[in-house]
């Protein structure tokens, strides 16, 4: 099976579609509350020079995310 790519993989301008989370608990909670669920295009905006953290656009609205965070979102 190939690896899983998380949205921490996309470059930089690339929409993906959200597979499904790999997190647990207050970590998956957060980031469904922001509005990342499956199915929900998510568009990468910028990275931050080391990496953390992430810029992307989700139903609309610009959000950062952690490197960590955003490799528990599985995409395709």
């Given at each position: 099976?190939?690896?899983?790519?998380?949205?921490?993989?996309?470059?930089?301008?690339?929409?993906?579609?959200?597979?499904?989370?790999?997190?647990?608990?207050?970590?998956?909670?957060?980031?469904?509350?922001?509005?990342?669920?499956?199915?929900?295009?998510?568009?990468?905006h910028?990275?931050?020079?080391?990496?953390?953290?992430?810029?992307?656009?989700?139903?609309?609205?610009?959000?950062?995310?952690?490197?960590?965070?955003?490799?528990?979102?599985?995409?395709?």
């Open positions: 099976m190939a690896e899983e790519k998380t949205l921490r993989d996309v470059p930089v301008g690339d929409t993906v579609t959200v597979r499904r989370l790999k997190g647990e608990g207050a970590v998956k909670r957060r980031i469904m509350d922001m509005g990342i669920t499956k199915g929900t295009a998510v568009t990468v910028k990275v931050a020079p080391l990496g953390d953290p992430i810029e992307v656009t989700v139903r609309g609205f610009e959000l950062s995310l952690r490197k960590d965070e955003a490799a528990t979102v599985l995409v395709a």
